[in-house]
């Protein structure tokens, strides 16, 4: 019966590599474009395709059907119309237009999408969430191999060092760290502070027990100057990726704007996640999901604050923690959403609900009482009143524990699976 089993095994595994290869090749399509808008608009402005040489993904799981992200990509075969692959991602553009300027001006940002290099003729559709939480279509266009141009060099090749191999790409998560900050003397400290933080983010559960599921590679792009730009303390550096703290005005936010630079230099390696470490002490850094992390070197000495992004990035976890009177209300009253790890109780069913046990109130009071129990507990994604989370206190709520709660670990495992199988 044993053999059996591998044998079906095999034989499962054999065709879904073989349904990768009717229509992929194992290397990568990106297509870069410019997403402009304001408040209550957005429009799609192509740029460009661009062949890349590796493809990162699970040749397994082609389609996402954690449907996480406000924006969704879809491949569809053009002759069957049948689909091929799907992502979900986020953007700087959307926390952009959640702002009180974006009510005032419309303004554009870089943005790209990667899906596996196709053998046949596809149609791409980009769509973005409404207020109710249902995808519009927004954007397609079509691309054939043997007629779209499209390019192959990268104008940003550069060395790639390997900090952790656990196997190939299509069967694991992989993790590309880019230099930010860094000047021509300093690979050393970057590949050191690169090492440190894989160590850091593996010592915490569940990434402890999933280490051997991660692959790591450094793409070395040295910059002029050291750190970031800092416009609250009057500093303007010559980096390799254009970072900035203040980014949307808020100080410690630290993001890039240089989106397309930044897929270029990732491109030197096969990735999942793009990580951005910002060689400077100052405290910052962010991350948005499917789009990238930043981190600041500084925080490696607290590295709940980059795991706690990752949990962003990676996952598609929410804030768990909330505001008086927030400024970046993204949650829609009346509507779900889609974040694994926050509900408005308006479809609960689909959230954590199961594991809730039978005499936990429902919501649940933020009582000593309930202190280590998941419940309902009202007060997340930056809202006091309305929105919900599973625990207390989550690492995607405060730095004051060590643990994710069980809703936001089985959302990072099931990534994990989803990447790694």
Not at 4 to 29: G, P
Not at 35 to 41: A, L, P, Q
Not at 49 to 63: A, I, R, V
Not at 324 to 347: A, C, H, L, Q, R
């Amino acid at each position: 019966m044993k053999q059996i089993l591998i044998v079906l095994i095999f034989l499962t595994s054999s065709l879904t590599y073989a349904q990768f290869d009717n229509f992929f090749e194992k290397s990568t399509l990106r297509m870069d474009y410019n997403h402009s808008g304001n408040f209550d608009s957005e429009n799609y402005a192509f740029t460009c395709f661009k062949k890349e040489p590796f493809w990162g993904g699970s040749f397994k799981n082609l389609l996402e059907d954690f449907e996480y992200g406000k924006y969704f990509l879809k491949v569809t075969d053009a002759k069957t119309g049948n689909l091929l692959y799907s992502r979900g991602y986020g953007s700087l553009f959307h926390e952009w237009s959640t702002t009180d300027e974006a009510k005032e001006i419309t303004k554009s940002f870089e943005e790209t999408v990667v899906m596996p290099f196709p053998n046949k003729k596809i149609i791409i559709t980009l769509y973005s969430r409404n207020r109710q939480m249902i995808f519009e279509e927004k954007f397609n266009i079509g691309f054939d191999p043997e007629k779209t141009g499209y390019y192959t060099k990268n104008d940003h090749s550069a060395p790639v060092i390997e900090i952790q191999k656990s196997g190939p790409p299509e069967t694991n998560v992989d993790i590309v760290i880019l230099p930010e900050g860094y000047t021509d003397s300093e690979l050393g400290k970057f590949v050191s502070d690169c090492q440190t933080l894989m160590k850091q983010l593996f010592s915490y559960q569940p990434f402890t027990d999933l280490q051997n599921k991660f692959n790591t590679y450094a793409v070395w792009t040295p910059s002029q100057e050291p750190g970031s730009d800092d416009p609250n303390g009057k500093k303007e550096v010559n980096s390799a990726f254009n970072s900035s703290f203040n980014t949307l005005y808020s100080d410690r936010y630290c993001m890039t704007l240089s989106h397309h630079k930044v897929r270029d230099f990732a491109a030197n390696a096969p990735y999942d996640q793009i990580y951005i470490l910002v060689n400077t002490d100052k405290y910052g850094g962010g991350a948005i999901y499917n789009f990238y992390s930043v981190s600041v070197s500084g925080n490696l000495s607290s590295p709940k604050v980059f795991i706690h992004e990752f949990g962003h990035a990676f996952a598609g976890l929410a804030d768990e923690y909330a505001y008086e009177d927030s400024f970046e209300n993204m949650y829609e009253k009346g509507v779900e959403p889609w974040e694994p790890n926050i509900t408005t109780m308006v479809n609960f069913d689909k959230k954590w609900k199961k594991i809730i046990e039978k005499d936990i109130p429902v919501p649940t009071p933020a009582t000593k009482e309930y202190t280590d129990k998941h419940g309902v507990f009202e007060g997340a994604g930056y809202l006091m009143k309305g929105v919900y989370r599973p625990k207390q206190d989550c690492l995607m709520r405060s730095f004051k524990g060590d643990l994710f709660c069980k809703v936001c670990s089985k959302a990072i495992e099931d990534m994990v699976r989803f990447y790694g199988e």
